[in-house]
């Protein structure tokens, strides 16, 4: 056995935030009791800011974190989730700057990202649908459970095939933040659509609702798969970091970050979806050209 000498304090703090993040998530979970399926339609009461004192913004910010709304924790559970995919997104470029990366970091990193993308989403993926939990109460947890061992798997991979020439601009299988922020994307949308938002009708957010409950879980199917696929994924960070972009591309990029703002209720669901889908629907097409290519005439 070979003892640690030296640890890495900066990237070290920030990696245990991505686990508080995710201990957390699970804990507002907890204070989710059993749904009943038939909920009546009670729009969680709105909390503002009071700036006028200290004391005013935390009561305040007592009053956003301890709340009996199950529709409130649900988004607050789903903002700790993406917390947490803001915190595995950095601690890994800070410690490439102050030169803290070791193979300490790298496996503390993936316990982490088990917690926090892969359980909490999981109990997420089960608090979020109680009609069809109360239908088929066996089968979403066991979607669940499917959920947090593709997670599991697909972060023992990467720690096994991950090397020091890696450059990190690509990944095989879908990356389990990106798995755990499009499952928290969908409950945060539900707590806008329900509390925000007052073009959406009750009928409205009933019919969503509805389809949302019975979508989701399926979809989660294909994502678990997605992750221990080796379908080619980017890493949306490192490539926009990294290099120098054309005129165009950058003009591109301004109009994506002013068409989010436009959006921004909406974005983020947006966003995950697309990159969850495009890469195996670029696979898809690749592999009917390359097979439609084989099979033409040469002459």
């Given at each position: 056995m070979k003892p640690i000498r030296a640890i890495a304090v900066l990237p070290t703090l920030f990696t245990l935030g991505n686990l508080v993040c995710g201990f957390f998530a699970i804990v507002v979970l907890a204070r989710i009791e059993?749904?009943?399926?038939n909920a009546p339609f009670e729009p969680s009461p709105k909390i503002e800011l009071k700036l006028k004192s200290a004391q005013d913004l935390r009561d305040s910010a007592r009053e956003l974190i301890d709340s009996d709304d199950p529709t409130h924790n649900l988004m607050l559970c789903g903002a700790l989730i993406l917390l947490a995919m803001l915190f595995d997104a950095t601690d890994g470029q800070v410690a490439r700057i102050t030169r803290g990366q070791s193979d300490f970091g790298a496996q503390l990193d993936s316990l982490c990202d088990l917690v926090s993308f892969g359980l909490a989403p999981a109990i997420l993926l089960v608090k979020m649908c109680p009609q069809f939990t109360?239908?088929?109460?066996?089968?979403i947890w066991m979607i669940a459970a499917v959920f947090a061992c593709c997670a599991a798997l697909r972060l023992?991979?990467?720690?096994v095939e991950t090397d020091d020439e890696?450059?990190?601009t690509m990944f095989a299988g879908?990356?389990?933040?990106?798995?755990?922020?499009?499952?928290a994307s969908f409950a945060m949308l539900s707590y806008f659509l329900r509390n925000e938002?007052?073009?959406?009708t009750h009928e409205k957010f009933q019919l969503y609702d509805w389809w949302m409950q019975r979508i989701v879980p399926f979809f989660a199917i294909v994502i678990a798969v997605l992750m221990v696929s080796r379908i080619r994924y980017p890493h949306p960070l490192t490539q926009f970091i990294r290099g120098q972009r054309s005129f165009a591309q950058l003009v591109a990029i301004v109009f994506a970050?002013?068409?989010?703002?436009?959006?921004?209720?909406?974005?983020?669901?947006?966003?995950c979806v697309v990159f969850v889908l495009a890469s195996?629907?670029?696979y898809a097409w690749e592999l009917i050209w390359h097979r439609r290519s084989r099979q033409e005439p040469l002459f």
């Open positions: 059993k749904p009943l399926p109360s239908l088929h109460n066996d089968a023992a991979r990467f720690n890696d450059d990190h879908l990356p389990t933040p990106a798995a755990a922020a499009t499952i938002n007052a073009i959406v970050l002013m068409a989010i703002l436009i959006v921004r209720n909406y974005a983020i669901p947006l966003l195996p629907i670029r």
